[in-house]
């Protein structure tokens, strides 16, 4: 059957995820099973629809086939819970817990997996529009080599962890009230021990060390923007590495700018190949020369786009675009000194 989980938690479908928290701590307050007046059908309901709508990629799954879509996993209840436990839980708040996971719902653990790096690398500004290849040194953990990262020394085979009897899980007893389970600390909720420990991480199927990571800048890269490279964080035994992330800063250049793309130069240009107009050779990052024609009356401020000359990605092409600066003279011989007294007196 196919169940509204907004109508259950009492909420909008458009509610925030913060609207849906009070909403389903209010209930499960109100409808505790051992509260008086408490009824637990609601109390399990609210806590399935909770535990639903709470989960963005659930929720999304609900909003679209329903309560009977896949992987849906509405149906877990609450694992066999004995709510005797909550004897004298009365006015408790249960604050941000997850109650999926206080009763054990019936999911699977989730994997462990490893700390996320994170390096910063200092570009110039021809870097980051050629794009280039760079290396960072990182001190992290990884996997160990000698035990592929079982904690097993050569020759040893896995048994079952004592701690847990090989359920990975181990139950604790907060404040008298209720029980948590918790990945054991002993196999690391892997539910095996090795009957010897490999020599070289004692057990801790990681060891720490220093490597030199290599990568390749893209084109067109700009300053703020974050690489991630996967799996070259930090490890962890049995579960997947984490990712290192590196932040890029770009350098300032002397002559040349950006927006997107484009590639902006300022050009300063003689008043007299501004009125009766020019070519000028321009000279480009990569020290190759483009020449420009700077047309006849061109006003100081004016852009020229030069197309296909800006940075190059393999996805897109950007301009080159020139904006024009008139060098005005500061000192004229007598002979430039005359011609632009004429000139004024035609009214120029």
């Known amino acids: 059957m196919n169940k509204d989980y907004y109508k259950i938690l009492g909420v909008e479908k458009n509610a925030s995820d913060d609207e849906i928290k009070k909403a389903f701590r209010k209930i499960a307050h109100q409808h505790h099973p051992d509260k008086a007046g408490g009824d637990e059908k609601k109390f399990k309901e609210a806590n399935e629809a909770y535990q639903v709508l709470s989960n963005k990629d659930k929720r999304a799954q609900y909003d679209r086939f329903g309560s009977a879509g896949p992987n849906m996993g509405g149906a877990q209840g609450?694992?066999?819970f004995d709510f005797s436990g909550f004897q004298n839980a009365g006015g408790f708040d249960f604050g941000d817990i997850d109650l999926g996971d206080l009763f054990g719902g019936g999911r699977r653990s989730r994997r462990r997996r490893g700390s996320d790096l994170q390096v910063r690398v200092e570009l110039t500004f021809e870097e980051a529009v050629f794009g280039?290849?760079?290396s960072v040194t990182i001190d992290h953990t990884k996997s160990c080599d000698d035990c592929s990262g079982t904690g097993a020394d050569k020759g040893s085979s896995m048994t079952t962890c004592p701690e847990c009897d090989g359920r990975g899980k181990v139950q604790t007893q907060m404040m008298g009230i209720f029980a948590t389970v918790t990945d054991c600390p002993t196999c690391e909720g892997s539910g095996k021990v090795p009957e010897k420990k490999c020599d070289t991480c004692r057990g801790a199927g990681v060891t720490r060390e220093k490597n030199t990571i290599e990568f390749t800048i893209p084109a067109g890269i700009t300053s703020g923007d974050t690489l991630r490279i996967t799996a070259r964080g930090e490890a962890v035994k049995g579960g997947p590495a984490g990712d290192l992330f590196v932040q890029i800063l770009v350098k300032s250049h002397a002559k040349f700018r950006r927006n997107g793309l484009d590639l902006i130069l300022e050009e300063e240009v003689p008043m007299s190949d501004a009125v009766l107009g020019a070519t000028r050779?321009?000279?480009?990052?990569?020290?190759?020369?483009?020449?420009?024609?700077?047309p006849a009356g061109t006003s100081h401020g004016t852009t020229l786009r030069v197309a296909g000359k800006g940075?190059?990605?393999d996805r897109a092409k950007g301009n080159l675009m020139i904006v024009i600066k008139i060098k005005v003279p500061k000192k004229l011989s007598k002979k430039a000194k005359e011609a632009m007294e004429a000139l004024r007196g035609e009214g120029y």
Do not use: S
Request: proline share 0%; charged share 35%; no cysteine.
């Open 311 to 313: 940075i190059v990605t």
């Open 281 to 294: 050779t321009i000279t480009m990052l990569d020290d190759k020369k483009i020449d420009v024609k700077v």
């Open 132 to 134: 280039v290849k760079k």
């Open 78 to 80: 609450f694992g066999g």
